[in-house]
């Protein structure tokens, strides 16, 4: 029944385009605005030269994973995987990023940074996107339900 209810609100999320257009700036300001230590670091993250691993080593740390298969077992990574991320020259997968954000429980504004470091922005016109924007807005980080989501509404495969 909640997956039913989430859903139906998703459908309603993703035929407002409206909102779509304002919503970014929202979500990135909010937060931001409040925390000053939180404004200071997105800077940073974001105008310097920073790779995925040391970024997410941080993010990791600061959701309370001490130990990396702690990380990688709910992120759903393997461990050749989570192993490659450390390498500079390896190409993070949406999917890969999408898993890391979910498994840190990350907001808007860290998971766009994530996914900025990773080569990737979030499509506002994108439907696998928005669903995950959603999840992000609403707390939502149950697997079954997002992979769900995902597969319902944009025909698109967690892997």
Known sequence: MVYDVTKIKLIHFL????????LPVQLILNPTIQNPHRREQALDWATKP?????????????????????????A?????????????NYQISWDIAIKCIIALKLDYLDASLLMGIGGYNFDWVDKKDLIIIYCLMHNIFDWYTIKSLLHD???????
């Open 153 to 159: 509404l944009a025909d698109y495969n967690l892997s």
């Open 15 to 22: 035929a407002d385009t409206e909102l779509h257009n304002r």
């Open 50 to 74: 920073y790779q995925f691993f040391e970024i997410l080593e941080i993010m990791t740390k600061r959701a309370g994973y001490d130990h990396p298969p702690d990380f990688y077992n709910v």
């Open 76 to 88: 759903k990574i393997s461990l050749q995987n989570y192993t490659n991320l450390h390498n500079s």
